[in-house]
């Protein structure tokens, strides 16, 4: 008697999905837990996989029919051969890419070695590799490193942090303490100390995601990670099968046509992170996130730091009045500004590097001579070397690959999440992302709101957004209001003797629905959290103001700018 195949639970309240694409055709041979048709929600896309090895008999229903669960999808003839699989009708790409191999098209084998193979374990691979072994699959994930964690534990966000909090220490203690009291006769730095902190704190966090992995009973494949098509990748050319495979590689520093770097004197943010020596001069390129905090680290320790940026703005993509008051309070730290410019030579000499500078939009050259010199121009997608293209996953201009809403390639059994995919390079976006994957892929309904993705600037003072700018509203023509509320007015700020800057919340004229906070002043990336809930819940400007905040706190700024937006703040 045939086997039918029908349309399994699709997840709380969901009832009904539409017949995306038949994945196997009449007549063709299916093996057991080979994916038969995929289905589509507006939550969940599901791979429905044949229960039992045979030969598909018939399409019950059509492309693009609307099923109810329970339905029958297919009947399958358990034990029957059936003629073999046209490559072309598997897997026609979902997005335009070279035509894959066939044997990239291939169905993965019946057995695989594991359920899940994700390549990469920074924050967005590692987290979904344990989120997929907490939902029962068997997970291997690829790193080449010789320590988990990715750039960010490595050496991206977690020693800068470290560095940061050390020369704000130092920095404090100089400058800041007598207004308290606090008097020190003298303040010296001991940089091989502060380093030695650095690396302990990046060593304690790399092996607590190794004891994450063994805690999950994930399995660390060490080497390099190469696609090979559906269901199958080498390892140092050793081949792996998987049912899923997903590609987390992460991002690389981008570089700039003509400069060399070395890491020494020309460094990107590794080599940033690394010095063993203060510069007298340090001229970063690049007005962005990485180089400003990188540039705060020895600002605070004795560089002179000068800022070429090819705009003529601090911080593109954050709200104009916040970018305009981040770069007064900079200038005021001490920081040189050369906006509006473009680097066009590097030039090493004993000394260390002369840069020539000129107007963004052409003009007269000038010099800039350094010690060391930081580029720090973004991140590009880390997607070369892997074997994608030869395997036809499709890739955008900027190398980033092609995935749908649901992070799948346009080869089956293939997805891709973080920095390599389209959308900002966070580490919290990857792993919201690899989170979401993983419970797709367990048949749930993972989902990301890119809508409430906050970012932080981790200076002093500290930046942070979440939602829509005031230019962003302007250009979609949405009607908005606005409540802002200065530190200089909270009172938890007077105390800390931190009161520059100021919380600005954007809703919606009519319904008062939150659709954007930004912050700049002390604590501002743990104060976005507040907002970033109240966004990903739809809250109003009202509901964060009528809230009950703890006083003396900074929270209280973001309940008074909330008030403000109505025109009702208390205490200004």
Sequence with gaps: ??????????????????????LKQPGEAVKEDEPVVELETDKVSVEVPAPAAGRLENHAVKEGDEVEVGAVLALLEAGAAGKAAAPAAQAAPAQAAPAPKAEAQAAPPAETDYDVVVIGAGPG???????????????????KRATLGGTCLNVGCIPSKALLQSSENYHAAGHDFAAHGVLIDSVKLDLAKMQARKADIVGANVKGVEFLFKKNGITWLKGHGKVEGTGRLSVDGKPVTAKHIIIASGSDSANLPGIEVDEKVIVTSTGALELSEVPKRLVVIGG?????????????????????EFLDRLVPGTDNEVAAQFQKLLTKQGF??????????????????????????????ETLEADVVLVAVGRTAASKNMGLEEAGIALDKRGRVEVDAHYATNVPGIYAIGDVIAGPMLAHKAEEEGVALAELLAGQAGHVNYDAIPGVIYTWPEVASVGFTEEQLKDKGVAYKTGKFPFL????????????GFVKVLADKQTDRVLGVHIIGPAAGELIAEATMAIEFGASAEDIGRVCHAHPTLSEAVKEAALGADNRAINI
């Design 1 to 22: 008697m045939p086997t039918e195949i029908k349309v399994p639970t699709l997840g709380e309240s969901v009832t009904t999905a539409t017949v995306g694409k038949w």
């Design 336 to 365: 040189k500004m050369k906006l509006g410019h473009k680097v066009t030579k590097a030039e090493k000499t004993k000394k260390g590097v002369v840069l020539s500078i000129e107007p963004s939009a052409g003009g007269a050259v």
């Design 288 to 308: 962005g996130v990485i180089g400003l905090e990188l540039g705060s680290v020895w600002h605070r320790l004795g560089a002179e730091v000068t800022v070429v």
């Design 489 to 500: 007015a909270n009172g938890r700020a007077r105390a800390l003797g931190m009161t520059d």
């Design 125 to 143: 691979g590692y987290v979904c590799a344990i989120r997929a072994a907490q939902l029962g699959f068997k997970v291997a994930c690829v790193e």
